[in-house]
């Protein structure tokens, strides 16, 4: 995939239907989606669970854009092979996850596949400058990890700038995650965001059986993200 900052929106199947994710994943495909993002959750880094490998590798079989797959789990590195395997386009690990982050993103790179590192609203952006060279995406959350259907933290924002301008000219995608709506999702393109995750935002009013809603859910938010660019 060559690199742009056109706006991205990456549908988080967390607010999918858990009984029918080969559908919804045809479903916001068809409707627009640019990439699929998947929530692993350990129950120890975050207070939820969600997927092993082998449940990443059943979704692979239907995604035909990018699988972009967001690890909130502790420790990370132990994972990162059978992730990789299932399918992930690009891993993402939080930096708060481990000792060890420049460890973890070169062996997410030693897989082959594209390397992210998120951040927690809490967690400073210096704590990333020294594995820019090393990254193809940074993370921004802009809830705490664990659950859709969050409150927007807006703290995020002046993180975005701030991380727009240290990434300078390197092909890095900025990914927020958290609470993006059609209102939150102006701020953050506005702000430097190229790739938008949104869970509830695409869901809401949908199904597998009315997949017409997610299309205006999703063109929703990227013309409103899109409006900010101007
Ligand atoms: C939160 C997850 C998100 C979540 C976003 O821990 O990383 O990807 O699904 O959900 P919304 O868009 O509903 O805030
Ligand atoms: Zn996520």
Redesign the pocket.
């Known amino acids: 995939m060559t690199f742009d900052r056109k706006i991205k929106i990456a549908p ?1 199947i ?2 999918a239907d858990f009984a029918d994710f080969g559908r919804e994943i045809q479903a916001i495909e068809a409707q627009g989606a640019d990439w699929v ?1 998947v ?1 692993v ?1 350990d129950g120890h880094f ?1 207070p ?1 669970l969600t997927f092993g490998p082998p449940a990443v590798s059943a979704f692979r079989r239907h995604v035909k854009t990018f699988m972009d797959v ?1 690890l ?1 789990i502790a420790p990370v590195d132990p994972y990162i092979e059978a992730y990789a395997k299932a399918g992930a386009d690009l891993i993402t690990a939080h930096v708060e996850a481990g000792p060890h982050i420049h460890r973890t993103l070169q062996a997410i790179k030693a897989q082959g596949v594209k390397a992210g590192v998120s951040l927690n609203p809490g967690t400073p952006l210096s704590s990333i400058e020294h594995v820019l060279d090393l990254i193809d995406m940074v993370l921004i ?10 409150q ?1 933290i807006a703290s995020g924002l002046e993180k975005i700038r701030a991380c727009r301008r240290m990434i300078g000219d390197r092909p890095i995608h900025i990914q927020i ?5 059609p209102e939150t999702a102006p701020l953050v393109a506005a702000a430097g965001a190229d790739v938008l ?6 869901f809401k009013g949908g199904s597998v059986a009315n997949p017409e809603v997610y299309g205006a859910n999703i063109r929703a938010i990227r013309a409103a993200a899109e409006s900010a660019l101007g």
């Open positions: 988080s967390l607010s993002h929530d959750m975050v939820n967001h909130m959350m802009t809830v705490n990890p664990g659950f859709g259907g969050q927007f995650d958290g609470g993006i709506t995750v949104a869970g509830s935002a695409v």
